[in-house]
């Protein structure tokens, strides 16, 4: 390698050198973007297009209520079968009145759901529950924390956590 060259390659390597310093220099003045969890938490008003797991959307007059028509449509349209709404099935012509059963919505005459539940260990977070849903009753919620030990404790109840989302938010 003639002389020519080799300060050819040592001036390309020391540019490369200093641009690079240059980008970690940059960086390291910049505002941080990660935090020491659990030590410290992101601000929530940082989570606009974070999509934690699937929600219900309450009514504008009575948040504890979802806007849910127990329709049947997010069901069907999610790929990864992870959403489950239950509504009371309608007592036959001479049936005697009891314990009030459960079937998979669309049930007839029912357009409020009893039970709603996401199994977020399924879900692949695909928006198309959400898309489908004739009156926007689901969103995704902005919780970057959900950790659990078991599998199952990712099974949500989404009534549940709406009333209770509901009852906070008016304390
Ligand atoms: S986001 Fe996708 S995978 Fe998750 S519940 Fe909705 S449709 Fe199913
Ligand atoms: S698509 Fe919307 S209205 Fe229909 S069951 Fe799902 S959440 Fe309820």
């Given amino acids: 390698m ?3 060259q080799l300060i ?17 220099g940059k960086a390291l003045t910049q505002p941080g973007v990660t935090v020491l969890y659990p030590m410290e ?12 797991h699937v929600e219900l959307v309450g009514k504008d007059e009575d948040p504890a209520v979802p806007k849910c ?3 049947g449509a997010c069901v069907k349209a999610c790929p990864s079968d992870c959403i489950t709404i239950l509504c009371p099935i309608p ?9 009030v059963k459960m079937g998979p919505a669309p049930q007839k005459g029912s357009k409020t759901p009893g039970a709603v539940y996401v199994d977020f260990s399924l879900c692949s977070l695909c928006g198309q529950c959400a898309k489908t849903c004739p009156v926007d009753s689901l969103k995704f919620s902005d919780n970057p924390y959900m950790v659990r030990f078991d599998r199952k404790e990712f099974r949500i109840d989404l009534l549940a956590r709406l009333k209770r989302l509901a009852k906070e938010d008016g304390e």
Wanted: hydrophobic share 40%; aromatic share 4%; with cysteine.
């Fill in 69 to 71: 028509v127990a329709c």
């Fill in 41 to 52: 938490e992101v601000a929530r008003d940082n989570l606009a297009s974070f999509r934690g």
């Fill in 8 to 24: 050819e390659e040592a001036y390309t390597g020391l540019k490369s050198l200093v641009i690079g310093l240059g980008v970690t």
């Fill in 2 to 4: 003639s002389v020519s």
């Fill in 91 to 99: 007592a036959k012509e001479g049936e005697a009145g009891g314990e």
